[in-house]
């Protein structure tokens, strides 16, 4: 018998608030965590904006010691992961930290240690690069850091399906636990990706907005004169449980997760698929997986990246799949404020949609001015929406065609 499972526990690090509550204030109020970068000198960029999480103190969630050995990554993974416990109300020590596990996603890992260990290696030589940087580096290293902190020996893996990694990452807790591998699941998704190098690659495909006098305006999902996404950092974590162990605990319930869908577009590793094809289908194997109709579905948290092709794609994705009920539903882009955060993206969605279940209350699509002829669904625009939320569906898409749609709905005694 495939158990029930039931969402305990959030935790965010995201550019516009750091905390559940901090963070959902930001969003519900439209709040832009958009900036001209300050880590680095961004002046010969042609992109000077992104989404930096400038109040993050590590020392808050871990020692100076352990924090000097880790990448911002794995920082951020461990102080979600910590949130989200702490939210959760999880005492560990009543656990049987064998059926605790960890699910994390990660699309570039620790690879701000690389980049700063090349400087050292052509700046100082081969004997100067650090005798951890082969370990910090690693995209596992989130994962490792997690269990080793918290004394954890349940399932553990890391997932790597670029933006799309972190929603994967709450798909493959979900089945742990409904499958009886695990009582608890830590998902995780987290990233930091704002370093010289890493953010000059981005920069040279030609991907990101070049709204740099207006960087609050330059994330416009949905919208007309978009010109590109905003690449961003963060970190989101959430504790998955067995319905019954939940409830036995007396632990407060966000919601309940239904069911997922998984699929490849197959199309290229530089391009995106156009016609939504793959998307669409990915949608339909969350419904059905979910055993929900269409119309059981009455929010769309939508990937909405702020990209000419991509938003395209969604808009005539979620028209595929839902047919005229589409224009019914309401969808909203966080990215619009958050920017583009890789694979902590669809983790800090999936929050935002229990958020959303809990306060009865849709984030806004922020930017929206001037609506796009082939965007022409309701996207929320520029106001939260006062709105009951039965089940809602989050959409997350990576480089090389890896799609997810992922189902929460509320959660209800049967």
């Not at 009865?360 to 709105?387: F, G, K």
Request: hydrophobic letters at 40%; aromatic letters at 8%; charged letters at 20%.
């Amino acid at each position: 018998m495939r158990q029930r499972v039931v969402i305990t526990g959030l935790g965010v690090i995201a550019p516009n608030g750091i905390g559940k509550d901090n963070y959902w204030l930001a969003i519900r109020e439209g709040k832009s965590g958009i900036a001209r970068v300050t880590r680095f000198d961004v002046s010969q960029y042609p992109t000077q904006i992104a989404g930096e999480v400038s109040q993050f103190d590590p020392a808050k969630y871990m020692s100076k010691k352990k924090a000097k050995f880790m990448s911002r990554f794995t920082q951020f993974a461990l102080a979600s992961a910590k949130m989200a416990i702490e939210d959760a109300r999880l005492e560990l020590s009543q656990e049987d930290r064998y059926r605790v596990g960890i699910a994390l996603g990660t699309a570039i890992g620790g690879l701000q240690i690389v980049e700063e260990q090349c400087e050292i290696f052509h700046e100082k030589g081969v004997e100067e690069v650090s005798s951890y940087s082969a370990m910090a580096m690693n995209p596992n290293a989130g994962v490792g850091v997690i269990a080793v902190d918290l004394r954890l020996g349940g399932p553990n893996i890391t997932i790597s399906t670029a933006c799309s990694a972190g929603l994967n990452a709450i798909g493959y807790a979900f089945d742990t636990i409904r499958n009886g591998q695990a009582d608890i699941m830590i998902a995780v998704g987290a990233e930091a990706p704002l370093f010289p190098v890493t953010f000059d690659s981005f920069c040279a495909a030609q991907v990101l907005s070049r709204r740099n006098r207006d960087p609050g305006k330059a994330s416009r999902p949905f919208e007309r004169f978009r010109d590109g996404y905003v690449l961003s950092e963060g970190a989101g974590a959430v504790i998955l449980e067995k319905m019954e162990h939940a409830v036995e605990r007396g632990a407060k319930i966000y919601g309940e997760v239904a069911g997922y869908g998984i699929t490849n577009d197959r199309y290229s590793m530089h391009k995106m698929e156009p016609t939504g094809r793959e998307v669409a289908r990915t949608m339909r194997i969350a419904l059905d997986n979910a055993g929900l109709a269409p119309e059981d579905v009455n929010y769309i948290n939508a990937h909405g990246s702020s990209s000419l092709v991509a938003d395209k794609r969604e808009t005539k994705a979620i028209k595929r799949a839902f047919g005229n009920y589409a224009y019914k539903i309401p969808i909203s882009s966080i990215k619009s404020m958050i920017g583009q955060p890789l694979a902590a993206t669809g983790s800090i969605q999936f929050i935002t949609a229990a958020l959303a279940i809990e306060n009865n209350c849709l984030p806004p699509t922020i930017n929206y001015e001037e609506p796009d002829p082939d965007c022409d669904l309701d996207y929320v625009p520029n106001q939260a929406r006062a709105h009951e939320v039965r089940a809602a569906m989050v959409n997350s898409f990576g480089q090389g065609g890896n799609n997810i749609s992922l189902i929460l709905k509320r959660y209800e005694v049967v």
